[in-house]
């Protein structure tokens, strides 16, 4: 854990302060109690400062409070509970871990029972909590880190706070020695602190686009800067359709225009296509310099920035032009993905589904029982557990000598899809239509039961990704283009289909008209 501010937030009756305790004994740091501290300074109850000198002048010295504890460090901070409804208070505490606890009206009435004091809750107790839940919803929905809190004991939601806030760190091992990937919240601000294991040269290139730049550019740059780094923010332009042998020629002029050496290190920050695109460049410049993984999209953290793959496509296919260059270093910072747009997000837990099929029905079934699909959270235990499953497959084979194939699930359909698309279509998308149509072809070769072919259907529906194929492209043209796939052995295609949700196979004879039966009840 750094040594950053956290700052508990919500509404009243979520348990701030006690969580608050509870937090400040498990990590050995200070409390403090906004409200507590005000009261003591005014010398007076709460509900007197309201009274005899108004919420105004309440709220001034809420603010003050506010810079005051915001300069220092190490402390677990209980704000009132209007604190945080004010934007400008909230940008006071943007370097904090801010942490914003829920309860549902009948819990905070529970615990609010006999506390007749608070000042704003006069009158009808569960009229007024409604109104100011009401009333503050938008501004609580501005923070981006919530913990439910019903139910639960103090202690249980301290160390729910601290899972979230502490990043994990998971190490794969490679022919080429072992390297970590960091797994946590606001790591950015301390890339620099994450290279110096590297001995890497002052001198580096951020490869990033328009579209991350502008979210995480400057944080990135400027972590790196106070590690003593040097670093050029080298941009490509947004898009799949940018995944190619020009881009990586621009990159390669603009390392040599920022005269980078042998020991200057790449850094990828953004989405699988960024990854892809830098790491092809790094794997190939100088015959290779340290390539180090920022991904800030779903897929790009439970995927593509693990496992050392990278590529550009060609126009007669996906990824057809790669190496393997392992990262020396994953940064995934799990908060970048506040600002991911929804449709990215299902594009990411398309692969997260995959990751349970393949390898963890455990994990399958924590999806299937998230009742809040709709909400595009995913919490950071699921995170690891989906990112483990590949982890494991690429320690087994690294390079793809045989079961790191069953990491394509879906893709030998989904690629198809990709290159007739003219890579117009999110390679998310393309792997759940994918899953789908390998789904029913396994459940008609009897590979597996129906059911599982209809849960893992229903799976990829849940989280609103597409299971129909877009009738533009018949099942001639889908099977000419899986020819030109990378998985095609000794001129025959090979799918990998499940048996069962967690444990899948390589398929190496299908008949053609099989192929083609399950792509026509796809549309
Ligand atoms: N190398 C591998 O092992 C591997 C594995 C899976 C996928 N891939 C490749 O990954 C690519 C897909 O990656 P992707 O889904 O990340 O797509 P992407 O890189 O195109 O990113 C999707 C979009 O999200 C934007 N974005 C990125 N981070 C953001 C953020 N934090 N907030 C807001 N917007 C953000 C990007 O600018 C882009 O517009 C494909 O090319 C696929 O072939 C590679
Ligand atoms: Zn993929």
């Known amino acids: 854990m750094d040594h950053r501010n956290?700052?508990?937030?919500?509404?009243?009756?979520?348990?701030?302060?006690s969580v608050g305790r509870a937090l400040a004994r498990l990590l050995d740091r200070v409390f403090v109690d906004m409200d507590t501290w005000l009261e003591e300074r005014e010398g007076m109850r709460?509900?007197?400062?309201?009274a005899q000198k108004g919420e105004s002048y309440f709220r001034e010295h809420e603010s003050a409070l506010?810079?005051?504890?915001?300069?220092?460090?190490?402390?677990?901070?209980?704000?009132g509970g209007g604190a945080l409804v004010s934007a400008e208070n909230r940008k006071t505490f943007a370097n904090a871990h801010v942490v914003c606890l829920d309860a549902s009206v009948d819990e905070i009435l529970r615990r609010l029972d006999g506390d007749d004091e608070r000042p704003l809750l006069q009158g009808d107790k569960r009229t007024r909590v409604e109104a100011l839940l009401q009333a503050r919803g938008?501004?609580?929905?501005q923070i981006a880190l919530?913990?439910?809190?019903?139910?639960?004991?103090?202690e249980q939601i301290a160390h729910a706070i601290v899972t979230h806030l502490a990043p994990r760190e998971i190490r794969v091992q490679t022919p080429n020695g072992a390297y970590p990937i960091h797994l946590g919240r606001d790591l950015l601000d301390q890339l620099g602190d994450y290279c110096k294991p590297f001995a890497l040269a002052q001198s580096c290139a951020l490869v990033t686009n328009p579209t991350v730049r502008a979210l995480y550019g400057d944080?990135?740059?400027?972590?790196?800067?106070?590690?003593?780094?040097?670093?050029?923010?080298?941009?490509?332009?947004?898009?799949?359709q940018y995944k190619n042998l020009d881009t990586v020629r621009g990159l390669y002029d603009q390392f040599i225009a920022a005269k980078l050496e042998r020991r200057s290190a790449i850094f990828a920050l953004g989405g699988g296509v960024i990854g892809d695109t830098a790491g092809f460049a790094a794997a190939t410049f100088l015959r290779g310099v340290p390539f180090l993984q920022i991904p800030t999209t779903l897929l790009a953290i439970v995927d593509s920035s693990i496992g050392g793959k990278v590529a550009v496509d060609h126009p007669a296919g996906k990824n057809l032009i790669g190496a393997f260059k392992f990262p020396a270093c994953v940064i995934a910072d799990s908060s970048t993905l506040d600002t991911l747009p929804v449709e990215e997000f299902r594009a990411g837990m398309a692969e997260v589904i995959k990751h349970g099929v393949i390898g963890d029905s455990a994990l399958f079934d924590e999806l299937r029982k998230v009742g809040n699909a709709r909400e595009l959270k995913v919490g950071a235990e699921t995170l690891e557990r989906a990112l483990r499953v590949k982890v494991g497959i690429v320690e087994q084979d690294p390079f793809e000598e045989n079961i790191r194939a069953h990491l394509n699930l879906g893709h030998t359909f989904g690629q198809a899809l990709e290159t007739l698309a003219h890579f117009q279509m999110r390679h998310g998308y393309a792997v759940a239509l994918g899953m789908a149509?390998?789904?029913?072809?396994?459940?008609?070769?009897?590979?597996?039961?129906?059911?599982?072919?209809?849960e893992i259907i229903a799976l990829l529906e849940k989280y609103e990704l597409p299971t129909h194929l877009p009738r533009e492209f018949s099942p001639a043209q889908m099977i000419a283009a899986m020819g030109a796939d990378k998985k095609v052995k000794n001129k025959?295609?090979?799918?990998?289909?499940?048996?069962?949700?967690?444990?899948?196979?390589v398929a190496e004879n299908v008949a053609e008209d099989e192929v083609g039966r399950a792509i026509q009840e796809s549309y």
């Open 492 to 505: 025959r295609v090979r799918f990998i289909l499940p048996y069962e949700i967690g444990r899948v196979g």
């Open 66 to 79: 506010c810079c005051e504890l915001a300069a220092g460090e190490n402390l677990v901070i209980a704000t």
């Open 219 to 240: 944080r990135a740059a400027e972590a790196l800067e106070r590690a003593g780094f040097e670093p050029t923010i080298v941009e490509i332009p947004d898009g799949e």
């Open 146 to 154: 919530h913990i439910p809190t019903d139910r639960q004991m103090p």
């Open 46 to 50: 709460l509900a007197e400062i309201f």
């Open 6 to 17: 956290i700052v508990l937030t919500g509404f009243m009756g979520t348990g701030k302060t």
């Open 437 to 454: 149509c390998a789904a029913r072809l396994a459940a008609n070769l009897n590979w597996c039961h129906p059911q599982t072919r209809d």
């Open 138 to 141: 938008a501004a609580y929905a």
